[in-house]
């Protein structure tokens, strides 16, 4: 009689915790805000330094395309820049495709 008491006792639906859905959203809420905090956030700073680099360049500047293509800009257009780089070898890329800024800082 005690091993079928204790299969029963065992089957029986517990009982809900109280305030178990709230404490579910806080937590989803809270890991939501981290992510944030820590991905979200840096990220969309990182594209808009990145944005502004772009719309500042000017002739003479020494950059690197994403392909890892070095070169000195040329000519500036609205969405393209022809950059020159070996001699006068020149290549015209998107302003999307510029990376980084090798200009040396005086």
Do not use: Y
Not at 13 to 22: C, E, K, L, T, Y
Not at 40 to 68: A, C, M, S, W
Not at 85 to 106: C, H, M, W, Y
């Amino acid at each position: 009689m005690t091993l079928s008491m204790v299969i029963l006792q065992s089957a029986a639906p517990a009982a809900p915790a109280a305030g178990g859905g709230a404490m579910m959203w806080i937590m989803l809420i809270m890991v939501f805000v981290v992510m944030w905090l820590f991905m979200i956030r840096p990220q969309r700073k990182q594209q808009k330094e990145l944005e502004k680099f772009r719309n500042e360049l000017k002739k003479g500047d020494k950059i690197v395309t994403i392909g890892g293509i070095f070169g000195t800009i040329a000519e500036i257009h609205e969405t393209d820049v022809l950059i020159r780089v070996d001699g006068e070898t020149k290549l015209r890329v998107s302003k999307n495709a510029i990376q980084k800024d090798f200009t040396p800082q005086q």
